[in-house]
Each structure stands twice: as structure tokens, then as C-alpha cells.
């Protein structure tokens, strides 16, 4: 079950999808979920309803609102197509964590305003560049975000980047995890561990698993590097995370 909504922020009007599970009665535990740097599209609305079928009401919001409305990608496109990805790292570059904080205050204000959602902690997932996403939510609204998790999150915490949400972990008091595709190219063992030692230092509770074998949008179906298995298994590790928390 799904419906759209437009969000109101400082930016403009985030459209977005409120997803529950077929028979909800009431309101449920909220989640937030980031797409990958395709947007949205099939494959994502499918992620969300296997999310609130397990008892959440989830949130997905247009990252790209402030360029174009609903699916991105057209269909029988992939984002990964050289005519069609120049626009979206275009799109993409337009997320600094400025103005990624603005939207964290317009999807909170969202949830604490529709009936869907329950009061209280929430958890949030992104996947490849919102992987960060998640973690600046986290570290931002300590007292709201209770779980955060990244699925092979890219460039997470690249060597003397300002922007890097390693500068940020500090605050965080939800429980973080991280599955991280194998041999990544977009996040390299060295950044692996570079966000291990912050979150480490920081005290923060977080657990990070290397899903092996599994390549980078290993959870993206209409992806080349799509792998059942891997799939399988973040969906499992997702559920735990949100049902010890939420």
C-alpha cells in the first residue's frame, strides 16, 4: 500500500511515497529510506513495501526534487546508461549536506504530521551515496533517529574531505550498520576503516559486515551487479536492526 505526498521544505516540495503494509491499522514505527543515485523507480517501491510489510510505515522521498519530479530514469532506461548518468551525478552534486540538513527538518516535520507514522524513534536507510545520507540523519537528530543504516554506501569517508560524515558521528546515539559490497570501488578498505576508527572513537554502537563476493548495487534489481543472495541477506539484517530498535 502506498500513497503520494508533497512535502513542504525550505527548498521547494519534496514528493514522496508513504508506504504500509496492505492490512496496517493504526500508525507504525517510521523509516525513512534513501534511493541510490537513480531515484525512484520500481525496484525502490518494491524495497519499501518488503520494509513496511515486516510493520513500518516508510518514507521515500524524491532526493532529486529540486530538479525533477518522480521517476528520474525513464522508463526502459537504467541509470547506469552514459546518456542517462551525467544528469543524475548533476542532480547528485546539487545534495551538499547543507542542503541535505534542510530536507532531514522537512521529512521529520512530514512524520510528526501524517497519520501513518507513530510517534518517536525512527530508523533510516540509504544505498550507495545516501548511505551517508543515513549516517548525517543520525548524527543531526540523535534524539529522533534510533537506527541508521548504509547498503554499499560510496565514498562514505573519502581521505581529507570536509564533507565526509566522519566529521559528524560524534553525536550519534542510534545504532548504525553498515553492509559493505566486497572489493568496491566506490568504497575501498581504507575508507572501510576510516569509518570503523570514527564510529569506534565516537562510542557509537555500530556493527559493519562485508558481504562477500557481492559487488557494488548489490541490492539494486535492475542492476547488472544485482545479487539475490546479498539481497536476501541486507534484508535480513535490516529487519534485526530495525526490530532491536524500533
Known amino acids: 500500500m502506498s500513497r503520494v505526498i508533497e512535502i513542504p521544505a525550505a527548498d521547494g516540495t519534496i514528493d514522496a511515497y508513504i508506504v504500509t503494509p496492505g492490512n496496517a491499522e493504526g500508525p507504525l514505527p517510521a523509516v525513512v529510506l534513501f534511493t541510490d543515485i537513480g531515484g525512484l523507480r520500481p525496484c525502490y517501491h518494491e524495497k519499501a513495501q518488503r520494509i513496511a510489510d515486516n510493520g513500518y510505515a516508510v518514507l521515500m522521498p524524491n532526493v532529486?526534487?529540486?530538479?525533477?519530479?518522480?521517476?528520474?530514469v525513464p522508463q526502459g532506461k537504467s541509470f547506469r546508461d552514459p546518456d542517462i548518468r551525467p544528469t543524475l551525478l548533476e542532480y547528485a552534486g546539487h545534495l551538499?549536506?547543507?542542503a541535505q540538513s534542510r530536507d532531514f527538518v522537512a521529512l521529520l516535520a512530514c512524520i510528526d504530521a501524517q497519520a501513518e507514522f507513530a510517534g518517536g524513534k525512527l530508523g533510516v536507510v540509504g544505498y550507495c551515496m545516501t548511505g551517508a545520507f543515513a549516517l548525517r540523519m543520525a548524527a543531526e537528530h540523535p534524539e529522533r533517529v534510533a537506527?541508521?543504516?548504509?547498503?554499499?554506501?560510496?565514498?562514505?569517508?573519502?581521505a581529507d574531505d570536509p564533507h565526509s560524515p566522519i566529521h559528524a558521528v560524534g553525536t550519534i546515539e542510534g545504532r548504525v550498520y553498515f553492509g559493505h559490497a566486497d572489493k568496491d570501488e566506490l568504497l575501498p578498505p581504507e575508507q572501510i576503516a576510516r569509518m570503523d576508527e570514527a564510529l569506534a572513537a565516537a562510542g557509537v554502537?555500530?556493527?559493519t559486515e562485508l558481504y562477500k563476493g557481492a559487488a557494488h548495487g548489490f541490492t539494486a534489481k535492475d542492476a547488472p551487479s544485482f545479487d539475490a543472495a546479498a539481497n536476501d541477506l541486507h534484508h535480513?539484517?535490516?529487519?534485526?536492526l530495525l526490530e532491536e530498535t524500533l
Open 205 to 207: 554502537h555500530f556493527t
Open 96 to 98: 551538499t549536506p547543507e
Open 236 to 240: 535480513k539484517r535490516l529487519a534485526m
Open 64 to 72: 532529486y526534487y529540486r530538479d525533477a519530479s518522480g521517476h528520474i
Open 147 to 158: 537506527a541508521a543504516a548504509g547498503f554499499h554506501s560510496a565514498r562514505l569517508a573519502e
